[in-house]
């Protein structure tokens, strides 16, 4: 049934001193099912918008794009392993500048909801999680009361909350809610107490004035597992009887407002499956129905933006045998598209929310340029010793050591080895894709969904050359040994069913190309591709920061794109459906930069002659689900 429209009294969320009411609150009103803003009935329209996918010179431009289609409200995480990549350095520089991107929200007059985790999900590396966590433990047992997981979270915690404080709305900012980690009802390990221990943290830092929440999928076991009734619940869908969705919330709080914290208007998108979409006519109807019901809704995507660098995640099981990762684009089918422009589906859910609160003037949509073709050229590879000496680094492992024990995240590592009779090598387990080198030739390429594969060696120098395509970020798998999920060699290697020892290791983080100093290019002559090749290409045309291109990667393989010395993130046009990267305006860089535009790529599996800076963005291109 409809819920009961808001009267003039006010009911705390928490009881207030006798006496006492806030000049500025944000509250549920239980008795009158609906939230108060300074005590007046408010219903908050919110689109999910995270701050790290947005180059920082652009967030304004899209909050008002958000302002001006009717939100209120901006809804955005706060990733963990964002802000603390090593453990007990906090970096909140740049795109990371979280306290910037609240103060800009408070100038405009939107609203801020903020999704601390510590699980965000969100197609994001690993979930939000440090990839340096794992290894804290052999026993850690992730999204758990387990004591290393807790500690490390509420360490976290006791540094980012109280820094949050001054931006609460009762204390003059604009953030309204927080919520309590995520979804936690589909995690099987059903920990309340771990709730409990997070929930007391926050109101021990930040009070006991501010809306603290939750969100589920609207089923009774989720709910069960993931709510407390300390707290206020709320459930996500994207379609379905919103009626019985909302009353099924209701009956995990005593009174309040329908909620729908996470409206889907599009969806996700992994390497080697079709580019999903949604149609525009049933978001709108959909939104139009929840908000004439009186639910107060956020909207995840209202613009996904990108995974720049190695910021993707992937989809997978508790093991990693399925591992499916998402794309570098985090698009979403959105309504603001991935570089900020306005679709049709933008305009049509502008006309409904102009029925429920003001609307306003929208700001254009940004230029994009076509700088035409850029021809790449062989430049040496990874291995080269000037170019670890610039950008990488090297250790030694016993037995070999993931990415994380050898503290590094993301890129890429090689084993190194001098064999030196003839055998048979047997590689156990590998993340995520090995490619096995004598000798300067590719022997095989192994999968990430192999295991215990063997190969006949003869003697001589073996590389085994491991890419990192990102840490698993599905929630329900994060719990029991977490440790499954690190990268590079995770069991043992075999020769002639011996262990092999003592390996030489070549770190390669490949963040940037700002330490590559452009050694001087070797010749490959007669030789056949490697992977882990780098091809530089230079045009001498003014790289436009007022303006976005985007590279086409077509006719390549796999790797990395570089922009200005950027990372853009990976290329996987074998795969598919992307085939283009988003390279923003912003990322143009300084004028020592602008008179001339270079790209650089690492490829590990097909290289080609050029790319094509082009003014079309390209996320439907042929999928092969058979490369993953």
Request: net charge neutral; with cysteine; proline share 6%.
């Amino acid at each position: 049934m409809l819920p009961r429209l808001c009267l003039t009294t006010t009911l705390l969320l928490l009881a207030l001193s006798p006496g006492t009411v806030s000049e500025r609150s944000f509250v549920v009103d239980h008795k009158d099912n609906c939230f108060r803003k300074d005590g007046q009935k408010y219903q908050f329209i919110s689109g999910s918008m995270h701050y790290y996918r947005i180059p920082r010179p652009y967030w304004k431009d899209r909050l008002l794009k958000l302002k001006g289609a009717g939100f209120n409200t901006v809804q955005t995480y706060i990733p963990w392993n964002l802000h603390e990549p090593v453990k007990g350095q906090l970096d909140f520089a740049g795109r990371k500048d979280l306290f910037s991107y609240l103060k800009l929200c408070s100038e405009l007059e939107i609203l801020v909801l903020l999704r601390p985790g510590p699980f965000i999900a969100a197609e994001y590396e690993f979930g939000g999680f440090p990839s340096w966590l794992p290894t804290e433990s052999k026993t850690i047992s992730f999204r758990s009361s387990e004591p290393v997981y807790l500690k490390n979270v509420l360490t976290w915690y006791g540094e980012l909350l109280p820094m949050l404080v001054e931006y609460l709305y009762h204390n003059g900012g604009p953030v309204i809610g927080l919520q309590v980690e995520n979804e936690y009802g589909s995690n099987p390990a059903c920990d309340k107490v771990y709730l409990q221990t997070l929930t007391k943290q926050f109101r021990d830092i930040l009070g006991q004035e501010i809306l603290l929440y939750t969100v589920d999928g609207p089923g009774k076991g989720m709910l069960d597992c993931g709510t407390l009734p300390e707290l206020y619940n709320t459930v996500d869908f994207g379609g379905g009887n919103i009626t019985s969705h909302f009353n099924l919330q209701a009956q995990y709080n005593s009174g309040g407002p329908p909620v729908n914290t996470e409206f889907y208007p599009g969806w996700l998108s992994h390497w080697g499956h079709k580019f999903p979409s949604k149609s525009r006519t049933a978001t709108a109807n959909k939104l139009d129905e929840m908000l004439a019901y009186g639910a107060s809704v956020n909207m995840y995507m209202f613009h996904g933006g990108s995974n720049f660098g190695y910021t993707s995640g992937a989809k997978g099981n508790k093991d990693a045998s399925v591992f499916e990762p998402h794309t570098t684009s985090y698009d979403y089918d959105a309504p603001l598209s991935e570089a900020g422009d306005t679709t049709m589906k933008y305009w049509d859910i502008r006309n409904v929310n102009s029925k429920y609160g003001p609307v306003y003037d929208v700001p254009k949509n940004s230029t994009k340029k076509s700088y035409g073709k850029v021809d790449m050229m062989y430049w040496g590879s990874v291995l080269n010793d000037t170019f670890v000496s610039q950008c990488g680094r090297r250790t030694k492992n016993v037995q070999p050591l993931s990415l994380e024990e050898n503290k590094q995240t993301n890129g890429v590592i090689v084993y190194t080895k001098m064999i030196d009779e003839a055998g048979t090598l047997t590689v156990g387990k590998v993340r995520d894709r090995a490619y096995l080198v004598l000798d300067g030739k590719l022997l095989i390429t192994i999968k990430g969904s192999s295991s215990n594969v063997s190969i006949g060696l003869m003697p001589g120098k073996l590389d085994i050359i491991v890419l990192s395509d990102g840490h698993i970020n599905t929630g329900h798998v994060h719990m029991d040994n977490p440790r499954n999920y690190m990268k590079g060699i995770t069991e043992p290697i075999l020769y002639n069913s011996e262990l092999l020892l003592n390996w030489d290791v070549t770190l390669l983080p490949l963040d940037s190309m700002s330490c590559f100093q452009n050694f001087r290019h070797e010749s490959r002559g007669n030789q056949p591709f490697l992977p882990g090749s780098i091809y530089i290409g230079q045009i001498d045309k003014t790289c436009d920061s007022t303006t976005d291109t985007f590279v086409d990667t077509t006719g390549w393989g796999k790797g990395v794109v570089f922009f200005q010395t950027q990372n853009l993130g990976r290329h996987w046009p074998l795969a598919g459906p992307q085939l283009t990267l988003y390279a923003p305006g912003p990322f143009c860089g300084g004028a020592e930069r602008n008179s001339t535009i270079t790209v650089h790529i690492v490829e590990f599996e097909q290289p080609a002659d050029h790319v094509t800076l082009t003014d079309q963005h390209n996320l439907r291109g042929p999928i092969d689900h058979s490369q993953l």
